[in-house]
């Protein structure tokens, strides 16, 4: 049995659908599980130079032989659901829809926006937070996926119960990853700039409850911050420490060529800070990580990028490396340094020599 929880520890834009996917390759994770909504996109670059976004499903479907599911407590637009499946191909047999997922309508984004919330908290206006509060609500206007697949065929064929799938999954000693969305920073509970936060919290242990995992049976969490963390633009976002401008960090790194940022779905550029340490440190009180990854190496230095091992990396990449791991005395296993899912660098790895190549040394 074998489960994994990646959480964002910043503000989202972490790159923790590149880390999942990276983890589902190398450990061969059968079941990948995407919480949140639409309003989050993941994204990464295959390694065929595709840029690949996804709002609904896992970054997981990249391993042909890994199940796809969507948990109870994740939000869906079937517009952008049935969008992925269909330009990504997927078998339908493939990807399981929870019946009890709460399905965004028309009403939930006409809703945000005469709250004006896009105005007042930089919101997508994806109908997120208003599917949420009707939910919560319990009215009679709330229709959830399996009540919306007696109408839609195509998502008839997808309903399941991923409670019960992924827990079984554990039993039977498969490997099962859960993939979080957004990010510590902008939890509804957690954030210290409430009422500048998203919808839900964003910890590990409320993705579980999401999915209907105990705690219990978690093996790794995998919290995932990048060296220079990002938010979306304007004051009414909500705040951001040490911020600098995309300029002066392009400047800093020796980027060749602009390094700023879009926001995957609204399509603005982002907002971009030095690391926060005090923001990493309650990440990782909260979410007591097992294994950290960090996005961004080439961020520091542009000669970083695509590096595979960090005992090469410059000097100031490795200084803040040993300063993260001595103040927070966890190891940092995975360090993104640019967009394609195998830019992780590790440590060098001593060549392994097989006893029969020992054996034929000996003579």
């Known amino acids: 049995m074998s489960l994994w929880v990646v959480v964002g520890g910043q503000y989202g834009g972490e790159g923790k659908g590149k880390i999942s996917a990276f983890i589902t390759q190398q450990e061969g994770i059968d079941v990948c599980i995407r919480c ?46 049935k969008y992925e499946l269909d330009s990504m191909g997927l078998d339908a047999r493939r990807v399981g829809v929870d019946r009890n ?46 009540q919306f697949a007696r109408d839609v065929p195509w998502l008839a064929d997808l309903i399941t119960d991923v409670s019960d799938e992924a827990n079984t ?9 859960v993939e979080g969305t957004q990010g510590f920073g902008l939890s509804l509970y957690h954030s210290e700039s409430y009422p500048k936060a998203t919808s839900r919290d964003t910890t590990a242990a409320a993705f579980l409850s999401e999915v209907g995992l105990s705690p219990k049976s978690v093996n790794e969490v995998v919290v995932v911050f990048r060296t220079f963390p990002i938010r979306v633009s304007g004051e009414q976002a909500g705040p951001m420490k040490d ?14 060529h602009p390094v700023q940022e879009m926001t995957t779905v609204s399509k603005k550029v982002r907002r971009v800070g030095r690391f926060d340490w005090e923001l ?75 006893e029969e190549a020992h054996a034929e040394i000996l003579g």
């Open 101 to 146: 997922a709460m399905v965004i309508e028309e009403r939930d984004k006409e809703s945000e926006s005469q709250l004006q919330l896009r105005e007042r908290l930089s919101s997508t206006l994806c109908g997120v937070g208003s599917a949420v509060s009707r939910r919560a609500m319990r009215g009679a206007s709330v229709r959830l996926a399996g």
């Open 280 to 354: 990493a440190a309650k990440a990782i009180q909260a979410n007591r990580p097992t294994r950290v990854a960090i996005n961004g190496m080439d961020l520091f230095d542009y000669s970083n990028r695509t590096q595979q091992y960090r005992d090469l990396f410059t000097a100031r990449a490795g200084a803040f490396l040993r300063e993260f791991e001595e103040r927070f005395q966890r190891r940092v296993s995975m360090c993104g340094t640019g967009p394609r899912i195998v830019d992780v660098a590790g440590p060098r790895r001593t060549p392994q020599v097989t």
């Open 36 to 81: 949140g909504g639409p309003n989050s996109g993941h994204s990464f670059v295959a390694e065929d130079g595709r840029t690949v976004l996804l709002r609904q499903l896992p970054t997981g479907y990249i391993r042909p032989q890994t199940r796809l599911l969507v948990p109870a407590g994740a939000l869906i637009d079937l517009e952008v659901l």
């Open 243 to 256: 911020e600098i401008t995309w300029e002066i960090l392009r400047e800093e790194s020796g980027y060749p």
């Open 169 to 177: 999954a554990l039993d039977y000693g498969k490997k099962v990853l």
